[in-house]
């Protein structure tokens, strides 16, 4: 099971050097920020991207959105530097990016910790190299700190000469070992980006296939794509009562002694209730946020 039921259905990048981007971040539907120190921001614009994060983040106004800090690498002149600043900003979690073995994660734990971040302070890691797809098993197992590992498929479409298709078979190999990892360490996964914006069919299939092979779900680019990936990522209102269904009557049928139960002709097993009951929980955590943001948090 998941180390966490909190809703991931859309996790928006956000250039950290963009002051009016993190302003509207407030205002937005997605369920968590990518607040992002590496791609988005100049090399030159490093510095002041990581002081206007922390004031946003010490600002506030995000309600129940995840923040999460994308760093830049620890190979990189400003990665050891992002690591020490975000450690104490008050960010949900850090997210690495290129990761590709073990020895990564526990090198920015250590920086982490000798910085003062608390416990809950998550890691996400990004999977885009070859080399990270052939480790994401000791990669998802390698600290408590883990909590989500994240798709990026437009690296790994470079280092693999692959083509972005619409079925995109040329990453299935890639995501499946990447989805065995989380499942088995019991954390989250993403899925990649969508970059073309101006098709939406492609999008939503992406999102739908996404659903289809486990995807928690979608990290995007641009704020017009959340609420298709938030309808895509939701259970449907069938589902969750179908959920509630299996699991009142499974319970009844334990409290009766019965071995056996069936509803509606379909034999239910202890392994249905628990995914109902992950539905179900997943559910009440995006009506909860939901109700927050159209309240104004």
């Known amino acids: 099971m998941l180390k966490t039921a909190r809703p991931r259905r859309s996790v928006l990048y956000m250039p950290g050097s963009n002051a009016r981007a993190l302003e509207k971040g407030r205002t937005l539907a997605a369920d968590g920020l990518i607040l992002d120190l590496e791609d988005a921001v100049a090399p030159d614009a490093k510095e002041a991207a990581r002081n206007q994060i922390r004031d946003a983040l010490k600002e506030g106004g995000y309600g129940m959105r995840e923040l999460i800090v994308r760093v830049n690498a620890l190979g990189s002149g400003w990665g050891h530097d992002d690591l020490a600043a975000v450690a104490t900003m008050g ?10 073995s073990a020895g990564t994660v526990r090198q920015a734990e250590e920086i982490l910790a000798t910085s003062g971040a608390p416990d809950d302070l998550a890691i996400w890691c990004m999977m885009e190299t070859p080399l990270g797809m052939l480790h994401a098993e000791e990669v998802a197992h390698a600290s408590p700190r883990i909590q989500a590992l994240v798709m990026g498929t437009s690296d ?19 995501l499946g070992l990447c989805m065995l990892a989380a499942r088995a360490a019991g954390v989250a996964i993403l899925d990649g980006v969508h970059l073309n914006l101006e098709d939406d069919g492609g999008f939503e299939h992406s999102c739908h296939q996404g659903l289809e092979l486990g995807f928690d779900g979608k990290t995007l680019i641009h704020p017009k794509t959340i609420a298709a990936a938030n309808k895509v990522f939701s259970p449907s209102p069938q589902e969750v009562e179908w959920s509630k269904k299996i699991i009142a009557e499974h319970a009844q049928a334990t409290t009766e002694g019965k071995g056996i139960v069936v509803v509606e002709g379909k034999l239910i097993e ?5 995914n109902a009951e992950r539905l179900v929980s997943l559910s009440e955590a995006i009506e909860e946020m939901e109700k927050a943001q159209n309240q104004g948090e």
């Not at 960010?91 to 590709?100: G, M, N």
């Not at 790994?156 to 890639?174: G, I, M, N, Q």
């Open 91 to 100: 960010a949900d979690a850090i997210l690495l990016p290129k990761v590709e």
């Open 270 to 274: 202890n392994l249905h209730v628990l």
């Open 156 to 174: 790994l479409a470079k280092d693999l000469h692959c083509l972005h298709t619409l079925d995109r078979l040329p990453f299935v190999t890639s």
